[in-house]
Every structure is written in C-alpha cells, then in structure tokens.
C-alpha cells in the first residue's frame, strides 16, 4: 500500500516550452501533497504544499508563476514547470500524505533537463 | 522551527562492518523522525521510523536507529554492511504538532560500502 507514482520519469525538453508532472497515490487518498526539488549531490528542498481544491502553499523563494500547481482531486497533483529555462533542470519529487497521518510517501521523481 | 543536521557528507565502511550513519534534529515540541535511503536518480525509499515507544526501532534492510531525547539525536545502524547498502540516506524530522505534515530533510549523507 501507500505507492505513489510520477509521470513521466524522464523529460528532456526545449528552452521556453513548459513541462507537466503529475504525481498520483495509487491506493489512497492523498489530502495534501508535496513537490520538492534536488539538485545533484544535494538534499530534498520543499517548493510547495498542496492541498486538494485549495492553492497551493509555495516556499520563499519559489515562483509560483513558474512552478503552477494543481490538487485537483485526491489522488492527483500536477506541477507545471512554465517556460522553462536550462536553470530549472532538476529533479522533482513529490510526496503525498494523509490527514493526521505521520509520515510522507514518496514518488520515484522526475529528471527534467532543459536544453 | 524544525532542522536536521546530518554532519558527515559521506561515510565509508567496510562490507561486513558495523555502520553508523548520524543525525541530530531541532523541533520546538515532540518529534517524529525518519530516515529514508535514494539510490542514483531514484526516488526515496522509506527504511524506518520513530513516532513514540521504544527508542530502538527496526525497520528495512535489516537498519535500526535509536532516538536518544536527551541528545536529540537519531543515528542509523546496521550491524554488518552490505556493499548494496551504498546509497545516500537522508533524516528528517517533523514537528509533531506540525498538523500540516510538513518534514524538514538533512543535507544527506552518502554511504559507501567496500567489497
């Protein structure tokens, strides 16, 4: 139980084009999620919680003209990256939790590189 | 305000030697604590957690750490290395009044098992 999934696992895309990630709990419902970001070598940096039918809540520091998010259902939250730029290559992680739940389940991330 | 220190960016250990890997944590009221391992452009793998009881807790792959309150303190173990255990393991800790389930991660500490 708890799998969380993302798709896709890999994109590579232009300069200037925006990149969708979706991120689903596959066998529960997930009332808030998390998109976190790393850079190689580095640790996990929190971009923004989200919590189902309501905007999402973005670290300082993280745009969130760039970085759009949507919770639209229980089970699903997607993070657009908007016109991307080859600084925003990276790998993107999100997690999902559950209301009074502990912990955090974790994707397996998706490597974006912008050319 | 929750942090996590991981103090040593890498650790080498010999297979079948004991491992240590260290992390202390900072949080206002109780914590729950846990450690995950990421394998090269993978997700994060939960291995184990603490949310009250023991201090010693077992979880995956054979790691056990133990919660020592009066170093806030959470140390991961494993009493003999495997070279499969290389890999890079990240602490992190939550707040356990922190409703919105919200973890702070450790800088990561990189294992390396040698054969």
């Known amino acids: 139980g708890a799998v969380v999934s993302q798709h896709p696992s890999w994109v590579i895309c232009k300069s200037g084009t925006s990149v969708k990630i979706e991120c689903r709990s596959l066998?529960?419902?997930?009332?808030?999620m998390f998109w976190y970001r790393q850079f190689p070598k580095q640790s996990l940096m929190l971009m923004a919680t989200?919590?189902?039918?309501?905007?999402?809540?973005?670290e300082q520091g993280v745009e969130k003209d760039k970085f759009l998010i949507n919770h639209a259902s229980l089970t699903l939250s997607t993070l657009t990256v908007t016109s991307a730029h080859p600084e925003d290559s990276s790998f993107y992680i999100c997690?999902?939790?559950?209301?009074?739940?502990?912990?955090?389940?974790f994707g397996p991330g998706t490597r974006l590189t912008v050319l | 305000a929750q942090s996590v220190a991981q103090p040593e960016d890498q650790v080498n250990v010999a297979e079948g030697n004991p491992l240590t890997v260290k992390c202390t944590y900072s949080?206002?009221?109780?914590?729950?604590l846990f450690w995950y391992v990421q394998y090269p452009n993978r997700g994060l793998q939960f291995l184990l957690k603490?949310?009250?009881?023991?201090?010693l807790v077992k979880g995956s792959y054979g790691f056990e750490a133990e919660f020592n309150k009066s170093q806030t303190s959470f140390h991961l173990k494993k009493p003999s290395a495997l070279v499969s255990d290389s890999a890079l393991y990240f602490c992190?800790?939550?707040?356990?009044?922190?409703?919105?389930?919200?973890?702070?991660f450790g800088g990561g500490t990189r294992l390396m098992v040698k054969p």
């Open positions: 989200s919590n189902e039918g309501s905007k999402a809540t973005y």
């Open positions: 949080v206002s009221g109780n914590p729950y």
């Open positions: 603490y949310i009250t009881g023991d201090n």
């Open positions: 992190a800790v939550r707040d356990m009044g922190n409703a919105g389930n919200m973890l702070t």
């Open positions: 066998d529960f419902q997930a009332t808030t």
């Open positions: 997690s999902a939790g559950v209301l009074l739940g502990h912990e955090q389940f």
